[in-house]
């Protein structure tokens, strides 16, 4: 069985092996607890036991207490310690040139483990991105935003050791068209302490994850301009910064452990986040950053969901022969989960070269909304394959693959199933379609001598779902496909690639796992992928 999630990770112990020594004592030691049976209870416990919003004390007296059992809070401890807030903001020389790639394996590996309590890691992480450009607010909060501690209790930020981030952007919906209310915001006053504009915020907001944060991000109106703010649950004198209150929590079925809810906020003050009428362009490159963190979550899903169903079969004898269909069938996963794995790697490794480098820039900002999109859309038919093959008792109530199953669907929900991101693609071609161009030419140059053809079929679909939306998907999967293609080219492992440049680029419509070409030998596929330990 499985002793080390990161040691017996053949592909990601490659890509770990390209950086700086020193880290890989972190990634062992958060492998290991990945794989331990105390992890793993963790995890179920803290998704068996969901939130719980108490508005009063055992004295009857009225309160806001957000109970959460104590293994999210084990959870979120070790995240935090690992970094997962706070790495890509440090200044230490460690991780320079690639905090980003060393981020994605500690996120990777926690992500196998419970993805619930990684909704908190993530959105303050992205908070941090949004707020580090206001230098006299991040200065304020950087030393327990930047802290690996842990800190759950709910007061001013001046007595805590860490803080959380999260954004309250969703307008409350009695439809999916129209919105019942629009958020507004006033300016008040200049705030000298600050150096800026302090406005009053009148806004209740929907689908907020983990509600009771330290710090939000809220859009409202200003003179019919959306604009961002930054509101902070307590004010410096220890009071509760108006009224901000926690209407209820939100129950979904995936991701029991995360606290999800609508908030109000009245007569709240806030400071304006960039200028009026950036609020949009703040929250889209707030999505670039939680983008990357859920396609991250889904290939860390996909690898733990296809371990266990190979440990599965395993668990009497580590050489044990599986029937030839469930082995081709597990096989054929095998090389979308790898590609996922590599397709992070590859992009993580852009976002460390984006800042002196033009290419690889370009290959964030658009393949970013691609990737995630792409990733998160496998795991449940990817879950569900294993499952099937499985057998019922890998789907009891509270079994860690019928987790992976319900919380897949999580990563897919926001902004419209993914729809915003093919009508976002297409734009982009037609707004800058020589940076398209230059990302499409990269690409087949990576895949090799299948390049050429690649790069003429993605141009020929471009073309066809610029005029019609509804090839758009199709565009974007062909995207995903070829840019995992150029991925695995990198990755050093032949035989892998060639069965999945074949497989996924040959052109052949894929409604089903299992019909992978018998020329491509499935056991060595599993067996270099999965090695028996």
């Known amino acids: 069985m499985r002793k080390n999630a990161f ?149 001013p930020i001046s007595t805590k050791k860490s803080a959380s981030l999260t954004f309250a952007c969703d307008e409350v919906r009695n439809s999916l068209q129209n919105a019942t209310q629009v958020s507004a915001a006033t300016r008040i006053s200049f705030d000298s302490a600050n150096g800026r504009d302090l406005y009053r915020i009148d806004a209740v907001k929907q689908s907020v994850l983990n509600p009771m944060a330290d710090g939000y991000f809220v859009t409202a109106e200003v003179g019919g301009q959306k604009c961002c703010f930054f509101v902070s649950r307590f004010l410096d004198n220890g009071a509760l910064n108006g009224n901000i209150s926690v209407d209820f929590l939100v129950h979904r079925a995936g991701e029991c452990s995360s ?54 079969f395993r668990r009497f004898n580590p050489r044990q022969v599986l029937s030839p269909l469930t082995e081709r069938i597990f096989a054929d996963l095998a090389l979308d989960v790898v590609a996922s794995q590599c397709l992070v790697m590859r992009l993580a490794r852009a976002f460390d070269s984006a800042a002196t480098n033009r290419g690889e820039a370009a290959f964030a900002r658009i393949m970013t909304p691609i990737i995630a999109i792409h990733i998160n859309e496998l795991v449940a038919p990817v879950i569900g394959e294993i499952i099937s093959q499985m057998g019922a008792q890998a789907y009891m109530f509270d079994s860690r693959m019928g987790r992976m199953l319900v919380d897949a669907p999580m990563r897919t929900m926001k902004g419209n199933g993914g729809n915003d991101i093919v009508v976002d693609t297409i734009r982009l071609g037609e707004r800058a379609p020589g940076l398209f161009q230059g990302l499409l030419d990269q690409i087949g140059r990576d895949i090799g001598p299948a390049g050429p053809k690649t790069v003429e079929i993605l141009n020929a679909a471009a073309r066809v779902a610029a005029n019609d939306i509804g090839a758009g998907r199709l565009f974007i999967e062909q995207m995903a496909y070829a840019g995992a293609a150029a991925a695995l080219q990198q990755a050093d492992m032949p035989h892998i690639t060639a069965a999945y440049i074949e497989s996924r680029l040959g052109g052949q419509w894929r409604s089903s796992y299992g019909m992978l070409s018998a020329r491509h030998h499935a056991g060595h596929i599993l067996d270099t992928l999965y090695p028996a330990v």
Not at 94 to 114: D, H, K, T, W
Not at 125 to 130: C, M, R, V
Not at 272 to 288: A, F
């Open 259 to 312: 606290a999800e809810g609508q908030v109000s906020f009245r007569d709240s003050l806030g400071w304006l986040i960039g200028k009026i009428g950036e609020g949009d362009k703040v929250i889209r490159d707030v999505e670039t950053m939680t983008r990357f963190d859920q396609a991250v979550i889904s290939a860390g899903v996909l690898r733990a969901a296809l371990q266990t169903g190979v440990n599965f």
């Open 7 to 155: 040691l017996d990770d053949a592909v990601l112990f490659r890509f770990s092996s390209l950086l700086p020594t020193p880290l890989l004592a972190g990634f062992e030691e958060i492998g290991a607890f990945v794989a331990s049976r105390e992890a793993q209870d963790l995890a179920r416990l803290a998704n068996i036991h969901r939130p719980i919003l108490r508005r009063e004390n055992e004295w009857g007296d009225g309160l806001q207490q957000l109970e959460t059992h104590p293994a999210y809070h084990a959870l979120l401890r070790r995240s935090r310690q690992a970094g997962l807030c706070s790495s890509l903001w440090e200044k230490g020389p460690a991780e320079n040139g690639v905090r980003y790639q060393s981020r994605a394996i500690r996120l990777f590996l926690m992500s196998g483990l419970e993805t619930g309590h990684l909704n908190e890691i993530t959105s303050t992480s992205a908070g941090i991105s949004a707020l580090i450009g206001e230098a006299d607010l991040f200065g304020k909060w950087q030393n327990v935003l930047l802290s690996r501690q842990h800190d759950y209790s709910s007061r």
